[in-house]
Every structure is written in structure tokens, then in C-alpha cells.
């Protein structure tokens, strides 16, 4: 027994030698490692360049074509070549645009390509090409020998008849090259359908003569004293291409654009209105069936409202910022049959004027959604005056403070019939209606995960309904907008709220 103890004791002593040992020891695990070193990322480059014969006209003031005594039977020509001196494959097409001509002189030019008759320079005044192709990076096109004769048969009523053209080579990214999983054809839908302009004048040609599917694309900054124009084709496309397209001139009480029965498509880039009619009327005005779409665009217009949409007309706007001394986008109550329709995703509303300006009227039975938007206003946010509204994921931030007069007090309105247009009570979200005659539509709105932060004193959502049969207010919402919104108030009539 008493050697098992002194056998115990010499193993705990051997125990704590161990673990003494143990202390400040560095365990060694199995370990490796592999680093792959120097990737890149460098962009390709795309760059084509337009031959005559052995001299580069790229970007040329001085014209390939340039005869002023033109009679029956005259011709002259030029070799034209394309070069790809970049290091991206590339498609291209030649072309002839903006063709001005007098006395239909268009219709007795014929257009030869290697002494083949393509047809006459009337044909080309859509967008027909003289050339198109592929070319593999640090090739050229073979030359085209492009010819224009005057008929001989051309008669009289041709002296002194003129005709005006740019040559115009396109080009875009080809599919030549692999991705990193082997697929050539990822740029496949590279489109070529784009008009480039770098001129006021150019710029309104180009997009009056524009077909369905081309679209007008700014080279630079442009100033128009016009409105902004439309294609005779009823569908206007517009890529700003990252520049600035301003709108200086006040054209019929206009200032922007009016656009009815047909689309206009805007996108990448900003468009600056400095010289209003007057806050009330708008800019921009959709009317009549007609659609307008924004995109990643940056209105500013001043001393006036931007946009007004009536009479069945609809605005799509996405990624934007619009930025009004008035409404930012409104509908008129003045002008029915409404059925409008208003939709914005990913888009900021700034209405900087105190008592002046309000982010978004809809006082007709329209629709109105707005997801992922946020609005910054000196008065009213969002109005619902008649229709159905819808906002997810939106911030509404009214920045209206009490500065002593009526319009600003906090209960402004609240106790008395509403005025026209966003004469009515200072909340951030304002939902019905009260008034004997005007605006007698049903309204609705619906919040969906929506905060609304307001000035000390000041409501952040305020309903009022019509007396009269189907002309209520309601207000729904959801938990998430519960607690973010704080108290809606009820201000009598027939409205309600509801949590769904």
C-alpha cells in the first residue's frame, strides 16, 4: 500500500514536470500557403479611324464632298476605309446622316459603291449603310469607292439646289473576343443603332430624323434654345452619355418639353432647365397618351415645376434626382379624363422652397408607386389627393419649420376647406381631400417599410376625407411603417387608417 502511494506520488511529480515544460511552449501545427500574385484588371480600347484613299479624315472639318457647281452627268467620289487601330475587335457601319438638302435635289443623286448603283441619296436618309463589317484589332476594311453622280435626266427645277451631309462612322465592341469562361458571344447585343452629335443644330436634326430604334447620344455638354425635340417617328430615344443637355429658351409659355401621343426615352446624364415660366406650370409636360422614361438622369429645373403628367399619359423614373422649385412630378386636376400613371424606383426629390414646393401631387384618379425613393421637401412630401399611391422602402423628410406666418404653422389648413394643389395641410404625407366641389375622387395610400421624419410640432401623415360617396381617404400601413412614421392623424370626414 505503501509502495502504490509512493508510485502515485512520482507519477503526479512526473505530471507537473510535464506540464511546467509545457509552459511557454509554441505548438507546431501542419501549415502551407499559396498566393497568386500580379492579377490586372485593363480595359480594352476601342478606336476606329475613317480613311480616304492614304489620309486619315477622322474627325475632319474639311468635307470629302465639297463641289458647288453640280450639273447633270457630274460625279466624284472618294475611297473610304475603315481602320481598327485599338485593341478591341470591333462591328461598324458607315454611313451618311444628317442630310439637309433643298428642291428634292435627293432624289436625282445616285449613290454608287464600286461601281454598283446603291441607290439614290434619298435612300440614305434613313440610316441605310454604305458599308458595315467586323474587323479583328489592328486591321483595315477594304477601300469603298463611293461615287455620287447627278442623273443626267435631272431638269431645271435642280439649279441652284443644295444638299448637305456628314459622313458618319459608328462602331461598337464586336463578338471576337472570349470571356473568362470561354464565351465569344457575351457582347453579342452590342448596339450600333446610336447617332453621336456634338452640335445644338445636329443634335435637334438627329433626333427629329431619328428612327424607332436609334438613338440620339450627346459627344459633350449642348445648350438648346428649342424644346427639347422629338423624332417624327413617335419614339424618341436620348443617352446623354454622361453630359449635361440644357434647356435655355422659354418656347409658348414652355421650357422644357411638351409630349403627347408618342415615348421619349432619356438616360445617363443631366439635364438643366434654369429658366422657368413660373413655379406653378411645368416644365416637362406628358400629356395626352404620351410615356416618358428617365433614367440615371439629373433634372434641375428652376423657377418652375419639372414634370406634369395628364390625360392617360405615363412617367417612368429610375435612378434619378429631380430637383423643382415647384412640384417635382404632378398631375392637373383641370385636365381629364386622368388614368395617369406614375412610377419612380431609386430616385431622390428635392422641392428646396419653403411654401412653394412639394415632392409629388397626385390629385386625380391616377396610380402612383414609389419604391426605394427618397423625398426632400420644404412643403408637403407626398400629396394624395385622389387616386391610389403606393410607397416601399421610402423616406419622406419634410423640412418645413414655423417661421411665424400662416402657411408655415403647424395646423395650417386644419380646420378649414383645403385651397387648389398643395394648398392644404402641413404634413409630410397628406392623403384625401376636403372641399365641397374640387378634387371629389377617392384616395389612397399605402406604406410599405416607409420612414417620415418631420420638424418638431409638425405631423407626418394627415387624412381627410370627402363627405360625399366614395370619396374617402384611407390610409394603410404596415408594422414596419408603424414605427416610423409616428401618429397619423385623422382630421374628421370620412377617412381612416388602417395597420395591414
Not at 485593341?87 to 436625282?108: G, R
Not at 400613371?341 to 384618379?365: K, Q
Request: hydrophobic content about 35%; aromatic content about 6%.
Amino acid at each position: 500500500m505503501q509502495k502504490t502511494r509512493k508510485s502515485m506520488l512520482v507519477s503526479g511529480l512526473a505530471v507537473l514536470v510535464c506540464v511546467a515544460m509545457l509552459i511557454g511552449t509554441t505548438f507546431a501545427w501542419f501549415t502551407d500557403s499559396a498566393a497568386n500574385k500580379g492579377n490586372k484588371i485593363q480595359a480594352g480600347t476601342l478606336d476606329v479611324q475613317l480613311w480616304n484613299g492614304g489620309t486619315d479624315i477622322s474627325n475632319s472639318n474639311d468635307p470629302v464632298f465639297d463641289y458647288n457647281k453640280w450639273e447633270p452627268g457630274y460625279s466624284t467620289g472618294a475611297k473610304l476605309s475603315v481602320h481598327n487601330v485599338g485593341s478591341l475587335a470591333v462591328k461598324y457601319e458607315l454611313e451618311l446622316q444628317n442630310i439637309q438638302t433643298t428642291q428634292n435635289i435627293e432624289n436625282v443623286i445616285d449613290v454608287i459603291v464600286d461601281d454598283t448603283k446603291v441607290g439614290t441619296l434619298s435612300d440614305f436618309m434613313d440610316g441605310k449603310d454604305l458599308d458595315a463589317g467586323i474587323l479583328k484589332a489592328g486591321t483595315n476594311s477594304a477601300a469603298k469607292a463611293i461615287t455620287l453622280k447627278m442623273q443626267e435626266g435631272a431638269g431645271n427645277e435642280y439649279q441652284g439646289a443644295t444638299a448637305e451631309f456628314d459622313i458618319l462612322l459608328k462602331a461598337t465592341q464586336a463578338p471576337v473576343e472570349e470571356d473568362g469562361f470561354g464565351n465569344p458571344d457575351y457582347d453579342a447585343q452590342a448596339p450600333l443603332d446610336f447617332i453621336p452629335v456634338d452640335t445644338a443644330d445636329g443634335f435637334i436634326q438627329a433626333v427629329e430624323s431619328s428612327s424607332d430604334t436609334e438613338v440620339v447620344q450627346l459627344t459633350g455638354d449642348l445648350s438648346i434654345d428649342q424644346n427639347i425635340p422629338q423624332s417624327r417617328s413617335g419614339k424618341t430615344h436620348i443617352d446623354l452619355n454622361g453630359f449635361t443637355l440644357t434647356v435655355e429658351k422659354q418656347i409658348d409659355n414652355l421650357s422644357g418639353m411638351e409630349l403627347a401621343d408618342g415615348s421619349v426615352s432619356i438616360q445617363n446624364g443631366s439635364i438643366r432647365i434654369p429658366n422657368g415660366v413660373g413655379v406653378a406650370p411645368s416644365a416637362i409636360r406628358v400629356i395626352e397618351n404620351g410615356r416618358l422614361e428617365l433614367e440615371k438622369v439629373n433634372l434641375t429645373v428652376t423657377q418652375a415645376s419639372a414634370i406634369i403628367v395628364a390625360n392617360q399619359a405615363s412617367v417612368q423614373i429610375r435612378d434619378s434626382v429631380i430637383t423643382a422649385d415647384g412640384y417635382c412630378v404632378s398631375t392637373n386636376a383641370t385636365e381629364l379624363p386622368s388614368a395617369v400613371r406614375i412610377d419612380m424606383e431609386n430616385t431622390t426629390l428635392n422641392a428646396p422652397l419653403n411654401t412653394t414646393s412639394t415632392g409629388v401631387l397626385l390629385n386625380v384618379p391616377g396610380t402612383l408607386t414609389m419604391t426605394g425613393c427618397t423625398v426632400n421637401s420644404k412643403w408637403q412630401s407626398v400629396i394624395v389627393r385622389g387616386g391610389t399611391a403606393t410607397l416601399t422602402n421610402c423616406v419622406l423628410n419634410n423640412m418645413l419649420e414655423d417661421d411665424g406666418t400662416d402657411y408655415t404653422k403647424p395646423d395650417y389648413k386644419e380646420n378649414v376647406n383645403w385651397g387648389s394643389g398643395n394648398d392644404v395641410p402641413n404634413a409630410a404625407l397628406v392623403v384625401g381631400n376636403r372641399d365641397e366641389s374640387a378634387y371629389q375622387y377617392p384616395a389612397e395610400c399605402t406604406l410599405i417599410n416607409t420612414e417620415i421624419h418631420v420638424a418638431d410640432g409638425f405631423t407626418t401623415v394627415y387624412a381627410y376625407g370627402n363627405t360625399g360617396e366614395g370619396c374617402g381617404a384611407t390610409v394603410r400601413y404596415d408594422h414596419a411603417s408603424k414605427m416610423k412614421i409616428g401618429t397619423i392623424k385623422i382630421g374628421g370626414g370620412n377617412a381612416a387608417a388602417e395597420e395591414i
